[in-house]
């Protein structure tokens, strides 16, 4: 039986009773033993508020920018593959509501509607994810397309040489099916290996020989600022400084890759502190909740994504859930500055939360 959700995770609820268990699965699961996907929960629960009274807090704001774009709040949508496999109108009716929250939305690389599509659906701002393929003139013809469409900057995702062991959708044979249609040549290679299934899709595509000289190689052939998602360490972090990016995300791609690597909550501040505010950084993995949101900007982020939050309220709803999904979170990130006596993002300091090493 449907049910009003009242917080994030029960969009999860009612997407599970939607969905086929096998996509299901694909959406929620993680890398081998998921260890890294529950602590990217239980790390934002294991730190604390230190909210400050006696403020006047009538009035909130919690509108900021990111690269020069303005957005209503500091929350993303992250890019996450095959929108279609939770909804028939797929990556467009995310588009559209996130358009309609004025937040960003990054497009995956693995999207079933194309990049013309998304890019005629709506007037936004939007990023386009892109993976470094083996073919690099599909990967530079993906960056001429977001470009020519009005993308405003390129999510370069670099954790991901190979596919993470995903041993739930291998126990469930777990295929992608046919609709959900790679861009251009990468197709053609799929099928060219006899199937679609997730061993054929990266030995086709995906290079585990890529560098750091490929972020050279793509910084100088686009003017679009880039941003590299999947950077877990202060050594990557100035690296990625170094090589001139324009932005750097924290994430350990929703668990899915690397298991045992912590929580990108606790990736975040080795990162904040080499970086030195020498380029924005977002955080994602386990965003779930306005205090979530809040802890990761107290920590140092300048905003967060989230990923499997959207494609649930889109499982449930389309559209509209997907909008209610970043709604609720804008909400939420409302009243916690509210309670926590920080009437604007600037106010949000280090001293607002307590980890576990402070406790220490
Ligand atoms: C992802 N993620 C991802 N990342 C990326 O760069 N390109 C992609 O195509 C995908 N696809 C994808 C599919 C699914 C089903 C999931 C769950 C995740 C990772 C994504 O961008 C993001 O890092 C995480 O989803 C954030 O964690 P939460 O919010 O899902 O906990």
């Known amino acids: ?5 009242v917080k994030l995770n029960e969009f999860e609820e009612l997407a599970r ?3 086929l268990k096998k996509n299901y699965d694909f959406f929620r699961g993680g890398a081998e033993d998921e260890y890294t996907l529950s602590e990217n929960i239980k790390a934002f629960q294991r730190i604390l508020f230190r909210p400050r009274v006696l403020i006047d807090v009538s009035k909130i704001d919690m509108s900021t920018s990111l690269l020069g774009f303005k957005m209503a709040a500091p929350i993303m949508v992250a890019p996450t593959a095959f929108h279609k496999l939770a909804h028939h109108e797929g990556e467009v009716a995310v588009a559209r509501a996130a358009a309609a929250c004025n937040a960003i939305m990054v497009l995956s690389f693995s999207s079933n509607c194309t990049i013309e599509e998304v890019a005629s659906s709506c007037d936004a701002v ?3 994810q892109l993976y470094v393929i083996k073919q690099r003139d599909v990967s530079m013809k993906l960056v001429k397309r977001a470009e020519s469409n009005g993308f405003k900057a390129i999510v370069l995702t670099v954790d991901r ?6 041993e739930v959708g291998l126990k469930n044979k777990f295929v992608i ?3 959900a249609n790679l861009e251009g040549l990468l197709s053609v290679n799929v099928k060219s290996k006899g199937g679609s299934d997730l061993k054929a899709l990266p030995s086709a595509t995906l290079d585990d020989a890529v560098s750091w000289k490929d972020v050279e190689w793509l910084r100088s052939s686009t003017k679009l600022p880039i941003l590299l998602k999947g950077i877990l360490t202060a050594e990557d972090a100035r690296k990625a400084v170094e090589a001139g990016v324009a932005g750097i995300i924290v994430s350990n791609h929703g668990a ?6 912590p929580a990108s909550i606790s990736a975040l501040e080795e990162v904040v502190r080499v970086v030195s505010g020498a380029v924005p950084i977002i955080l994602d993995g386990g965003v779930r909740r306005g205090t979530d949101v809040f802890k990761a900007l107290a920590l140092g982020a300048n905003a967060v994504m989230i990923g499997r939050p959207i ?3 889109l499982a449930a709803k389309g559209e509209h859930g997907v909008k209610q999904v970043i709604e609720m979170l804008q909400n939420e990130l409302e009243l916690t500055m509210t309670l926590n006596g920080c009437p604007g993002l600037k106010d949000i300091t280090r001293n607002h939360v307590q980890t576990e090493n402070d406790r220490l």
């Open 1 to 5: 039986m449907e049910f009003e959700p």
């Open 17 to 19: 009773k939607i969905l």
């Open 126 to 128: 939007r990023f386009f």
């Open 161 to 166: 040489p190979r596919l993470g062991r995903r």
């Open 177 to 179: 099916p046919k609709f």
């Open 256 to 261: 899915r890759q690397l298991d045992y690597v």
């Open 311 to 313: 494609i649930y309220g």
